[in-house]
C-alpha cells in the first residue's frame, strides 16, 4: 500500500510539474513568476522559470563559465555561437513552458523538445568553425572533484563532430531536443514561440484523447495562419517605425 501511495504522488507530483510548475535544479524556481529585472533570458521576465539574478552569468560576452560548466573549454564560442547557445541555455533554466517536456525519469531534465528545422540549421551555421571536445554535452565531459567539466579527448571543429544542424540538435543535448517534422508546431526561441506552444499544448490535450491524423492537420494549418498574421503584424510595426 504505501509503495502504491509512493508512486501515485510520483505520478501526480510529474503531471502537476508538467502543467503548472518548473524544472527541478539550483537556478530553477518552485513555479514560475515574473522576474523584471533579467539581464539575459528576457523573453521569459514575464513568467520565468529562473531567478534574474542568475542571468548575470550570461549577460557579458564572452561567457566564460554556468554554474559549474565551463563554456571555454575549446576557446571562446564565437559571438554568433554563443548567441544560439545563450537561447538553448535561457529556454532550460528559464522557460515557463520547458517542464511540459520533463524526462520521465529525471525531474531535472528534458526530453523530446520540438526544434525547428530551420533554427537548428542557423545555430549548425552559427557554430561549425568553432571547436568542441565532447559530442554529448551532458555526459562526456570529465567533471573533477569540484563539478567543473574538463576535456576527455581534443578538440575538433562542430563540423566535424556534427554531420548537420539535425545531428547536432538530436545529440548535444542528449535526448533533450528532436528536429519537428512541422515548420510550425516547434520553437525557434523567440517571441513566435508563443504561437508554436499555444498549438502544441492543444494538440497533446487531442492526443490524449484521439490519434487521428485530422486533429493534428487542422493544428499544423491553425498555427500557420496564426504565425502568418504575426509576422504581417510585426512588417507593419516596423514600417510605421520608419
Not at 522559470?49 to 554554474?67: G, N, R
Not at 544560439?84 to 525531474?107: G, L, M, N, Q
Not at 516547434?186 to 513566435?192: D, P, R
Request: proline content about 3%; overall charge negative; charged content about 25%.
Amino acid at each position: 500500500m504505501l509503495r502504491f501511495a509512493i508512486t501515485l504522488v510520483a505520478v501526480i507530483t510529474s503531471s502537476t510539474c508538467q502543467k503548472y510548475g518548473c524544472l527541478e535544479g539550483d537556478t530553477q524556481k518552485l513555479k514560475p513568476g515574473p522576474e523584471p529585472n533579467m539581464q539575459e533570458c528576457t523573453l521569459y521576465s514575464k513568467s520565468s522559470c529562473c531567478y534574474a539574478d542568475f542571468t548575470e552569468q550570461l549577460a557579458h560576452s564572452p561567457v566564460i563559465k554556468v554554474s559549474n560548466s565551463y563554456w571555454n573549454r575549446c576557446g571562446q564560442l564565437s559571438k554568433s555561437c554563443e548567441d544560439f547557445t545563450k537561447k538553448v541555455e535561457c529556454f532550460y533554466r528559464c522557460s515557463p513552458h520547458a517542464a511540459r517536456w520533463i524526462h520521465p525519469s529525471d525531474t531535472a531534465a528534458i526530453q523530446a523538445v520540438p526544434l525547428c528545422q530551420s533554427f537548428c540549421d542557423d545555430w549548425y551555421e552559427a557554430c561549425k568553425d568553432d571547436s568542441i571536445c565532447v559530442r554529448n554535452w551532458l555526459t562526456d565531459w570529465e567533471w573533477d572533484e569540484s563539478g567543473e567539466n574538463h576535456c576527455k579527448n581534443k578538440c575538433i571543429p562542430y563540423h566535424e563532430m556534427y554531420a548537420n544542424g539535425t545531428d547536432m540538435c538530436q545529440n548535444m543535448w542528449g535526448e533533450s531536443f528532436k528536429v519537428s517534422e512541422s515548420s510550425c508546431l516547434c520553437l525557434q526561441m523567440n517571441k513566435k514561440d508563443s504561437i508554436a506552444i499555444k498549438y502544441l499544448l492543444s494538440k497533446s490535450s487531442e492526443e490524449s484523447s484521439s490519434s487521428s491524423s485530422s486533429s493534428s492537420s487542422s493544428e499544423e494549418h491553425a498555427c500557420r495562419n496564426k504565425l502568418l498574421k504575426f509576422e504581417k503584424l510585426k512588417q507593419k510595426e516596423g514600417e510605421q517605425t520608419r
